[in-house]
């Protein structure tokens, strides 16, 4: 079992954009605030971006490791074969927390399928381990600001605290609970606060695609993402997010839908 919320902690944190992301010093930080005097912060990223990977793991080749530098590592797969590194080969013992992020760009609404600062998570959850997901929702109120990053960075410590301070992490050892938090696209003196939310549905196709062929005659395709102001309904994270609100999302691996299973068992009989 973890320690008690307050004792030093053991976090590892990693991300889906790569090591050098400058999200992932914000979360680096916030973990660093967390783990307490004689706590560890351990962080094991992708080498290159990993957007969009959502749970990949790389399970037909083997992942490089590299070390970077004392509890710093890069490994040459996606966010979940990162925590696996992380776990099973790179860290003394297991962390008691995973942190992934801080994502550039929100994992909002249907975002959240594709996205592998969740995914890692999702490995995390599976694992044993408590695992939040943070990310920057980024917008027009961002794209001037020094640091676009500056709501996560202010809300972040805050964030993550009142999620361990809740401390409901379900059963998990049959499908736990994980934590999907986005900061608004506002300076951070224009954040509102905290809120719960589910996740939204921003009743469009999320990502589609454009042909383009190359002078040498192939043709290939490019996946482009639709509009991310678009609002999704009352009490989800994206209308949260919106409104200037940190949306922060309970979720579960669990995928049955289990509102609907009354109504297959009868119609099977």
């Known amino acids: 079992m973890p320690p008690p919320i307050g004792c030093a902690m053991r976090i590892l944190v990693t991300n889906d954009d790569g090591i050098n992301a400058p999200g992932l010093k914000i979360a680096e930080a916030i973990a660093g ?3 307490g005097d004689g706590g560890e912060v351990w962080t094991v990223a992708p080498a290159f971006e990993q957007s969009g990977v959502g749970h990949c793991i790389s399970y037909t080749h083997p ?3 590299s070390e970077f530098g004392p509890r710093r590592w890069a490994a040459e797969g996606s966010p979940a074969d990162c925590v696996l590194a992380a776990v099973h080969e790179i860290m003394p013992a297991a962390p008691d927390l995973v942190l992934s992020g801080v994502n550039r760009g929100n994992n909002a609404a249907q975002n959240a399928m594709y996205s592998g600062t969740v995914g ?46 809740h401390d409901d992490w379900g059963d998990l050892v049959h499908y736990g609970i994980f934590y999907n938090v986005n900061f608004p696209p506002c300076p951070a003196a224009e954040v ?11 009743g469009i196709v999320p ?14 395709v490019w996946v482009r993402g639709e509009r991310q102001d678009r609002r999704s309904e009352d009490g989800s ?12 999302t309970p979720m579960r691996c669990d995928l049955t839908a289990h509102d609907r299973l009354g109504a297959l068992s009868a119609a099977l009989a």
Do not use: K
């Open 120 to 165: 890692a998570c999702i490995e995390g959850e599976m694992q044993g381990i408590r695992s939040i997901a943070l990310s920057q929702f980024l917008g027009p109120r961002t794209q001037d600001l020094a640091d676009p990053f500056e709501a996560a960075a202010a809300w972040g410590e805050r964030a993550v605290r009142a999620i361990l301070d």
């Open 237 to 248: 994270d994206v209308a949260a997010n919106l409104d200037g609100y940190v949306s922060i």
């Open 192 to 202: 509102a606060g905290l809120r719960a939310a589910a996740q939204g549905h921003r």
């Open 207 to 220: 990502f589609g695609a454009t042909a383009q062929q190359a002078p040498t005659g192939r043709r290939f």
């Open 63 to 65: 992942t490089l490791i």
């Open 33 to 35: 605030a967390l783990a």
